[in-house]
């Protein structure tokens, strides 16, 4: 295989990682996450669709990593530095290995496009998150930092999940409380045979609308990413 060909299969690897960077590595996860679970605290579980939720979640996200997005644009198309450039991670190594001499440059970009994404991944992920991540690399034989992409990935997503769970929490509280309400009002009347959520159901959606519940979601989602 020559080196040309082995620069484009390192080339359209690289870009079958796009789709996977943008579902894990963004705030994609606690969005589409807490939207799915609202969904299910409605008892509406086919309104909105799954697929008005995904893309939801994927304007939401888009909005968030914007900011973000340029900055790696930037610093991809940025051959320079003022600062030296810090020293190379294994992943780096093995990938600079795979790829000829003349596309070193493509590696080099990429490599500056990640330290932004680098930088929100570790300003969003917990401590206690990134210590767990680091001490499980030193026992796996791969000595860490913690400011490596192998740790700050993991920690980010384990991070969102517990906040987007955490956010689902206290969202399902006040429908819980209707539904309670709900069966306990049908079973005083002697409605034991009417089903809780029919009744339930519109309460539920006019308590939302009545507060105003999707931008408030959205307010306080977004909120955690300023």
Known sequence: MTDSAIGNAALVAALALVPLVVLMLTSFV???VVLSLVRNALGAPEAPSGLVVMGLSLVLTFFVMAPVAVQMVTAAA???QVSPAPPPGQLETAVRALVPPDRQADVDAA???LVPLEAFLARHAADRDKATFVELSAKLGRPAKGDELSVLAPAF???ELREAFA?????FLPFLVIDLLVGLGLGALGLAQTSP???ALPLKLLLFVAVDGWR???DSLLRGYA
């Open 197 to 199: 959520q029919v009744v």
């Open 216 to 218: 408030l979601l959205f």
């Open 30 to 32: 606690k969005l589409s």
């Open 78 to 80: 940025t051959p320079t």
């Open 167 to 171: 956010i689902a929490v206290l969202i």
């Open 111 to 113: 490599a500056r496009a």
């Open 157 to 159: 997503l384990a991070t």
